[in-house]
T-cell receptor, first 114, second 115 residues
Framework: KAGVTQTPRYLIKTRGQQVTLSCSPI?????VSWYQQTPGQGLQFLFE???????NKGNFPGRFSGRQFSNSRSEMNVSTLELGDSALYLC?????????????FGNGTRLTVT | DAKTTQPPSMDCAEGRAANLPCNHS???????VYWYRQIHSQGPQYIIH???NNETNEMASLIITEDRKSSTLILPHATLRDTAVYYC????????????????FGTGTKLQVIP
């Protein structure tokens, strides 16, 4: 079974631009969550989707948004990029929403903002 | 979510068992203990999880104390490929969690397996 796939793997953008990252969950997984990882802050939760609905949101500004499609694939968007948005963005999927169901992570998208 | 405390780093000789401790003294009765590891530039890899009982799979064993305030991840025969940062996290169980998947990662333990 294929794992969680994130595209692109690397991205370089300029301050003020916007970016869209894509995540394809494991087949059959309906829950997708997003995380930002930086050396200073570690892994921080962004948001989680289940059945195309956002179920929970972390403490990030409104510039960070996401959505989930009917096939469970998800995208996240960051508008008006800032230098501090440079990070590894990770997507995770799970079979259900109960926490007895492990999260499986992709290898992330490395975003660099210059 | 309950907080976890792990030692920042540990060394282990190749072929020996690696025992990684985690303290989660504020864990609630419905919170699972999960272990993940992350190798540089890759996403966290799921290892094992448990609620009350000890668990074993092909990768590792998880020992949870009776009071559930701490746990130990055991890699029975560490190899160089086990060098990674290991994260212990706790998550609320069941649908009463509100169906959310928010997970809080701590700083983890950097395990160095030495030849």
């Amino acid at each position: 079974k294929a794992g969680v796939t994130q595209t692109p793997r690397y991205l370089i953008k300029t301050r003020g631009q916007q970016v869209t990252l894509s995540c394809s969950p494991i087949s059959g997984h309906r829950s997708v969550s997003w995380y930002q990882q930086t050396p200073g802050q570690g892994l921080q939760f962004l948001f989680e989707y289940f059945s195309e609905t956002q179920r929970n949101k972390g403490n990030f500004p409104g510039r960070f948004s996401g959505r989930q499609f009917s096939n469970s694939r998800s995208e996240m968007n960051v508008s008006t990029l800032e230098l501090g948005d440079s990070a590894l963005y990770l997507c995770a999927s799970s079979l259900g929403t109960g926490s007895g169901s492990p999260l499986h992570f992709g290898n992330g998208t490395r975003l660099t903002v210059t | 979510d309950a907080k976890t405390t792990q030692p920042p780093s540990m060394d282990c000789a190749e072929g020996r068992a690696a025992n990684l401790p985690c303290n989660h003294s504020t864990i609630s009765g419905n919170e699972y203990v999960y272990w993940y590891r992350q190798i540089h530039s890759q996403g966290p890899q799921y290892i094992i999880h448990g609620l009350k009982n000890n668990e074993t799979n092909e990768m590792a064993s998880l020992i949870i104390t009776e009071d559930r305030k701490s746990s130990t991840l055991i890699l029975p025969h560490a190899t160089l490929r086990d060098t990674a940062v290991y994260y212990c996290i706790v998550r609320v169980a069941g649908v009463n969690s509100g169906g959310y998947q928010k997970v809080t990662f701590g700083t983890g333990t950097k395990l160095q397996v030495i030849p």
